[in-house]
């Protein structure tokens, strides 16, 4: 049997990972400024966070919902405390289109709406709820396409409110920061209108955190950027460093009923396990911090160059628009200097490094892409 082809793959095999370093089946050594898509939070293979997988392994791997698990208990505390929601209420899935996918449901049960407002140049995944509220037409099937969704421009207020006027609305979702149409970071006076005009018009303001949150920009959660707060959060990725794991994150104004929601894998004990690792690893070693501190020396080594039209992003979240495109500049980056890179459309070279990155990483890059230049 083969593959079903839907990847288009780089012609390199990775066998052992360590901080922000990968190794492929050669032996080579790579730096990891893509986290395998901004899934690596706390670095690759960190020991405490290995330990506690093994540990786990070795008791108790797998039960179902339906029954006690502390250690579902125990990320929720923890991560209420340090993510600035401790009032809110967690459920755990296993992925970010998962995610969007429950605070889709959410929302439409707690309004008895049926309506979505999503932005341009958004990417929230690929099931059907969440890949209908993407403004990808080539990745939505005609099964997708029969939701009630309308896509504004991301900073467009007066087309938010002609739209939730019509009182046909369950939620606006909006990523924190966009990660795939390209690092577009909303305004704060933008954020805070979309706040007011969601709680005036009686729809839940899902905030998708899945790329932009978990400590990636320098603070928890992105959109703490422009001081706001959502009705529901959802996460993914970095939440467990690699393990599948995803989570939502739903305010008290929400009341849970029993067989609301659920999933047969959300919250087992091996995620559970590689999800508490990572919330102590990211407290212990202030990882929100360093994300903050490395990624602004990163932008601000970014070498000036005709080539290059614009940086920005925030925190370890960071994108290089040329004025060209990427393809060639990335090949040359992962095959002649080794190092790892993503990618938004053909112009932008996205930046998703683990956050522990140090400055000594960054000055690797940098010289590297000062000689591709
Ligand atoms: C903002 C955002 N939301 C949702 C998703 C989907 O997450 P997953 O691939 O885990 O389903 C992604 C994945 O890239 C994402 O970037």
Redesign the pocket.
């Known amino acids: 049997m083969e593959l079903f082809d839907v990847y288009s793959l780089f012609d390199v095999t990775p066998k052992r990972a360590k901080g922000c370093k990968v190794w492929d089946s050669e032996g080579n050594e790579y730096l990891d400024l893509y986290g395998g898509?901004?899934v690596i939070s706390v670095g690759h293979s960190h020991p405490k966070y290995v330990q506690a997988i093994k540990d786990q392994v070795e008791k108790i791997g797998f039960y179902s919902n339906s029954v006690q698990n502390p250690l579902q208990q125990s990320l929720a505390h923890k991560l209420g405390e340090v993510c600035g929601y401790p009032d809110y209420s967690l459920f755990l899935d296993?992925?970010?289109?998962?995610?969007?996918e429950n605070a889709l449901k959410l929302a439409s049960f707690h309004t008895g709406k049926d309506r979505v407002l999503a932005f341009r140049k958004?990417?929230?995944?690929?099931?059907s709820g969440?890949v209908a509220v993407t403004d990808n037409p080539g990745i939505v099937s005609p099964y997708n396409a029969c939701h009630k969704v309308t896509f504004a421009d991301l900073g467009d207020a007066a087309a938010v409110e002609n739209a939730l006027r019509s009182g046909d609305y369950a939620a606006v979702i909006i990523?924190?920061i966009?990660?795939?149409g390209g690092i577009n970071i909303p305004s704060e006076e933008f954020m805070q209108e979309l706040r007011s005009l969601c709680s005036k018009y009686g729809v839940c303001l899902i905030l998708?955190?899945?790329?932009?949150g978990y400590g990636r920009t320098g603070k928890f959660f992105a959109h703490q950027w422009y001081g706001i707060k959502a009705d529901i959060i959802?996460m993914?990725?970095g939440i467990a460093n690699g393990f599948?794991c995803?989570g939502v994150l739903i305010s008290p104004e929400i009341a849970p009923k029993k067989g609301m929601l659920g999933t047969t894998f959300g919250g087992n004990h091996l995620a559970m396990a590689a999800a508490n690792a990572v919330i102590d690893i990211i407290n212990e070693e202030n990882m929100v911090q360093n994300a903050l501190e490395v990624g602004e020396y990163l932008k601000n080594s970014i070498p000036a160059s005709p080539r290059i039209k614009e940086v920005r992003g925030k925190g370890l979240m960071i994108g290089i628009e040329f004025n060209e495109p990427v393809a060639e500049i990335r090949k040359k980056l992962l095959f002649e200097k080794h190092i790892f890179t993503g990618v938004s459309g053909q112009y932008m070279v996205r930046l998703l490094a683990p956050l522990c990155l140090t400055k000594a990483d960054v000055d690797v890059f940098i010289k590297s892409l000062k000689e591709i230049l």
């Not at 958004?122 to 099931?127: D, K, N």
């Open positions: 898509h901004a296993n992925s970010g289109a998962e995610s969007n958004s990417f929230h995944g690929r099931t969440a990523e924190g966009q990660g795939c998708d955190e899945v790329q932009s959802t993914g990725k599948p995803g």
